[in-house]
Every structure is written in C-alpha cells, then in structure tokens.
C-alpha cells in the first residue's frame, strides 16, 4: 500500500519548512513535565478501574528474584518481530543457560485465524523438543512427571487472572489474527498442545516487561522497572498491592505487599490531549492497522519511527512548488507503507557521527554522562568530535539544515572537510538503504534526512524518559524538580508515596543491602534504581538511553537520574518466563 502526504508548503521558503518540521518536533522540558503529569494520572485510574486505556495489569507475580532460584524450563516468547522457543536452566548463582530457536510469524499467521496461529506455536515448540531434546531434567509437575512446563511471555495487552491464565484484551504491532480476543490466552495454547497430544503444560503467563524485570532481578539481584523499547514499548514495575484498588476482594489484595504491575503504558494518552501530534503522526495513525490506540507507543518504538520518518521524508519529496529532496524522486522504500526499517536511521546517524569503537571506561569518561552499562559492556561507540563547532547553526547534536548554505556550490564549497566527510558517508547509506542511484542524492538531501532521523528518534527518547520518570515518581524514588522559570515546586499530582517508609534508610534491607520485596540495590548511603531493558531501539539506536536520561533529568532532576542503573535484561522474555514457570509451580500448580 502506498500513501501520499498532504502537507501544504505553498507560501514558505524551504528554510521556513525546515524550520516549522524542527519546530513541531522538539519537545520542551515543560511538555514534558506536562505529559509525566498527565501518565501519573492515567497510571492511577487504571490501577483504581478494569477496562481503562492504560490497562495497569496486576500480573499475581508478588516479588522479584534475587538470583538463588533453580530450575529447568521450556518457555515460549511471541510478542514481536520473532517467535522463540528456549529451554532455560536457573543455575541459582544469578546465572542461567538458555538454548533457543527462532520461528518467523508470516503475516498471514498474525491476521489469519488465531487456532491456526496457535497450532503454529504447539508445532514451534514441537519442532524444538526434537531439535533440542531436554539435557537437563525438567523441574517436574508435582504429580504428573513427564510432562514439561512452560512459561508464556505473551506480549500483548492481557487481563490476567491468575498466574496462568488471561484474557487477550486487543492486538498490537501488527497481529489481528481472529477469534483471539476476549479469549484465555493460556487455554488457546494449551488446547493447541493437547491437539497434537504433547506433553507440554503451559503453567505461567508472563508479559515480556514482566519478563525484563524478574530476570534483571535474578542477574543482578535487584530491580523495580522493566522496559521494552523494540517494536513495541512497554513497561512493569513493582507496586503496593494497597495501592491497586482494582483488585479489591481477590485474594491476592488481602495478602498485601506487592505486585508486578504491566502497565501497558504503550496506550498512555490514546485521546491525544497532551502528545505532541504532527500531521505526521496523524497520517501514521489513520493508515495503521489499530488508529486512535497505542498512541505512546506511535511516538516511541521500533515499529513505527521509520514510518514517521517515511511521512516526512515524502512530504519535502513531494513540496510544492519545488521538491525539497532527492529531486523529487521516490523510490519503492520510501514509497511504500512501512518501507523504512527503525534500522535505516540508526545507521544514517552512525553514519553521520563516524563512530569510533572505544573501551566503555572510557567513552564514560569522555561523554560524562555516566550511561555505561551493561549495554555499554559491549564495544560502544561515540561521536568523534564531541564539542567542536561543526557547521550551520547548533552542536553536533541539534543541527537544522541552513538550506542557503547547502543549497549553493560556494555555500558546499564552505562546509568543514569533516563535516562533508560525514555528510558523504550518509549520503552512501541513503543510497544503499533507500535505493537511490548515486546520482539521485546530493550531500543537502544527507544533511535533511540525518537532521530529520534524529529529530524523529530524539524525541522518542525524551517520550520514553517520561515513562521511566512517572514510574520513578508513583513509587516515591523522586519527586518532580523544581520549575526553574517561577521558582516554585511542581508538586506530585499522587498522593504522599507510602512506599518511601519500606525504601528508606530505616526500611526492611536484608544483609546483603538487598530489598528482595521492593527490589532496590542499597548501596552504601544511596540506594540505585534497578531497571531493565530491553528491544533493540535502547540497545542499538545510537544515544537512545543518554537522551532519556536528558529527559529524566529535566523532570525529576539529577540525583535520581543518576541513581537509576539501567541494564540489559538479558534475554528477559526466555529467563523471566522460566522464574514465572517456577513461582507457578511453587504455588502448587
Ligand atoms: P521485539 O520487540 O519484536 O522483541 P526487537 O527488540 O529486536 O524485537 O525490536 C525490533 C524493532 O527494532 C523493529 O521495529 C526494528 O525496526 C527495530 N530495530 C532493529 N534494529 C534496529 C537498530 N539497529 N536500531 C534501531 N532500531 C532497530
Ligand atoms: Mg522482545
């Protein structure tokens, strides 16, 4: 499917252009604080009442790990852009062993019939056990011993019921396959198991945020949040079970203590009151498979950043009365729906910054911002020329194209060398990624696309920091910064945090400094904030986490920015399904 763009340009210079796109697309720290504002207020509705746009699911997980758990399991991971199936082994040192496979979901099988996409699923798992028969004797069902367990990471809106079992609430990212909805996600894949008789139960359901929390917990000893910026975004954290009204007479509310809350913040202002909405997303919106919903989640992940990209990207190809880019020329990537992959930008911003791959200690050193971790853990790259003043107007990270000067060959011939050198080295990844001839893109039309991916991708992380902030607030581990314009506090829409009382220095650590309940690292006099990521935009697209950080820092300010430790939930979906299969079973499955 193709679509055109509708903007009108008549009556603007390009640089006006230019400059409205940059306009519409920058987000002020005061929008910010806004929106974290308006996510608390939204965090606390769906916590009060079943049914709201923000779903808050209580998932009946009431702690997280603290690396000592052992057992084998089978789990199963459908959510995204891949099928897994994985056989986890919990070593009980904080370390694991995870065998898997990875199985495509054809479009077909995402918008098909849902039993056939089950069956799909029991044959994936099937395929596996003959691929992978079990090394390690699975952690046995109490009184029916060969068959084998399985946690479900099922990453789509669900209300769940129990540990095992939940209700599909609606499709995301893609999948519309019918008859799904409204359905025990559990059953439809247990029943496709006994269809082909196998000894397989399905014993736990876990989100994939879920997941990314517990096995961040069980490999580092301690986390509150868990993240996904991949094709989607979301978010579970731990909260007090007396602060979720909703669950009122279960069983698990008169317990107490706490409860892994996914939030399903991907649907955090579906009405579009407080996002900063272009016609851009707006076009993205109406030609998506679910318009008016996942309205955060449009702005933020994987899945759709490309696509905003494509949109704008076509409305300068197609500026009247003259063509702002590639002359006017688009090709069938540019053209078609979803034709541009989150990737591309990713790799035009590489390109434009010259990575250089340093020692992580370092690049620490170097940026100052403190962002290494275990992502960093891998080699990690940096801008080489951080600080020098490069080109037109702005630093090496927010620079507006001055169409005068990249427009006239004198104007060329002024650039910086380096600055052309980086200029010609995404004009190169245009012509690969996008499929121009070479002649088709000229070092203005690399100077526009860089510019308008990272606007695109900025702005997705500054979103993403407001997620991290509202989560930070509702449990009481910060509070909103001061606003520096009228000197007053911004005060917290929650009521006083209660959970402050267990965090505090007087609260209930263990030996170790660990709060197995609240999942806090105490650490000397401060206490840091565990969170776990995962999805490949935080790991891979260049800066993401440094700008969400920005963006903490500009709502609840530097002293709990730098307290929260953000880690790579490392194959959280696969581990965290397992550490759910255990607790399951635990519970006397
Ligand atoms: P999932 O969320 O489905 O489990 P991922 O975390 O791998 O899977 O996320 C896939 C999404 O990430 C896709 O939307 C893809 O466009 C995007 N993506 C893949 N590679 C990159 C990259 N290098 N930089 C940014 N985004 C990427
Ligand atoms: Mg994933």
Redesign the pocket.
Known sequence: MTSTSSYSYLHKSPQDVLNDIDFQLTLEPALLTKLTKAFLEEINVGLGRYGEDMAMVPSFVTGVPDGSEVGTFLALDL????LRVCEVVLNGDKTFRLRQQKYKVSDQLKTGEATVLFDYLADSVDAFLTTHPPESPTSPISDVPDVLPLGLTFSFPVEQTALGSGTILTWTKGFSAKNAIGNDVVKLLQDAFDRKHMHVKCVALVN?TVGALLSRAYTSGGCMLGA?F???TNGAYLEEVAKIPKLANNPAATKGGYMVVNTEWGAFNNKRTHLPSTPFDSALDRTSINPRFQAFEKFI???YL?EITRHILLSLIDAAPRPMLFGGKATKVVNDQWGL???V??EVEEAWEMRVTVDPTVAKDLDGVGNINEIGAEPRSFPGEIGENLLWDGDDHDILPRWDILSTPEGLASLNPKVKEKLERVRKVLVNRLEYADGDVELRDAAIVRWTCHLVARRAALLSGVAVAAILLQTGRATFIQDGQNGQTVPSTTEEPTSKKVNGANGTHDVNGLSKVTGTIKDGLEEKIGVGV????IQ??PHFERTMRESLRSIVGSDAESRVEIGLAKDGSGVGAALCALQALKQGF
Request: without cysteine; proline residues 0%; charged residues 10%.
């Open positions: 959510g995204g852009t891949n994939d996904i991949g094709t989607g992940s994987g899945m490309g992959d989150t990737s930008m990713s995962d999805g490949s935009l891979f697209y």
